[in-house]
């Protein structure tokens, strides 16, 4: 039951004409439903190795499945969140949201009904008609947060996403994050510097070296969610 397998996948980037290696065989797999976390070091290969998972970049070596199937350069699989909240600032917040639904075959104006619903859901009925730029830091990583969740792929890939968050507000998306990911049971692989966000949040974890990067352990967190 692999969602997204990674079979000894490295990589190198060129850099005045000498190669440096960011990733050095790394092989690690999400399972349906599962919640996934990597760790490591900042400048260990963490976003690269997004961005191959993404299809943005082909690895030198290795290979990608999903659903069993080699998908080594694909894109359209994951939804990717990035560390800073990205949404599509002509668009109000509603339509940001509606929009994910729509790329889901939903239709327009059902589509807009159900985004006004979520977000009435997690706390932002009011901002539906507003523009991204007069949120907040937090309420525009719960937009962003919730895009992710809604676009039809895959397995959501959340990169530090709440690294540029105030403490207060990260444990609150942490809870919410974990509340809507047990409603919904999305494949999930998440990336945090944050040894104590891994364990509250992870059924698995995957530890990174320093660049290049390899898996210097798996473990698997032995209790259950708060
Ligand atoms: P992380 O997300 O864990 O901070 P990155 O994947 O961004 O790590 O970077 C891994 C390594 O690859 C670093 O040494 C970084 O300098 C290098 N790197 C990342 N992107 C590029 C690029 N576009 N060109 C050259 N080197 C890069
Ligand atoms: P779309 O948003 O329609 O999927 P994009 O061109 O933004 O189109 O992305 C194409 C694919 O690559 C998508 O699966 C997206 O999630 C993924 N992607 C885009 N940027 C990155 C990135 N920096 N890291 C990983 N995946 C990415």
Redesign the pocket.
């Known amino acids: 039951n692999a969602k997204l397998e990674l079979s000894g996948i490295s990589m190198s ?1 060129s ?1 005045g004409g000498r190669r ?1 290696p ?1 990733l050095d065989g790394v092989s690690l797999r999400v399972n349906e439903g599962e919640f996934v976390t990597l760790i ?1 070091p ?7 190795l997004f961005r191959l998972i993404g299809g943005v970049e082909r690895p030198d070596a290795g290979s990608i499945r999903f659903d069993g199937r080699d998908a080594t350069g694909r894109r359209g699989l994951i939804s990717y969140m990035p560390q800073q909240p990205s949404l599509f600032p002509w668009l109000s917040v509603e339509a940001n949201i509606s929009s994910a639904l729509e790329s889901a075959g939903i239709g327009k104006k059902e589509a807009a009904e159900q985004a006004s619903g979520w977000l009435r859901r997690i706390g932002l009925g009011d901002a539906a008609r507003e523009y991204p730029h007069v949120l907040s830091g937090g309420m525009q990583q719960r937009v962003s947060f919730l895009r992710a969740l809604l676009m039809p792929r895959g397995v959501m890939c959340l990169d530090e996403p709440f690294a540029a968050l105030d403490a207060l507000t990260r444990a609150d998306m942490q809870a919410w994050l974990l509340g809507i990911w047990e409603a919904e049971r999305r494949s999930v692989l998440f990336v945090t510097h944050s040894i104590e966000e891994a364990l509250t949040l992870s059924d698995r974890i995957y530890v990174l070296s320093p ?1 290049p990067a390899r898996v210097l352990s798996e473990l698997t967190v032995p209790f259950s969610r708060p």
């Open positions: 980037y850099r440096h960011a490591g900042s400048g260990s290969g963490k976003s690269t660049a």
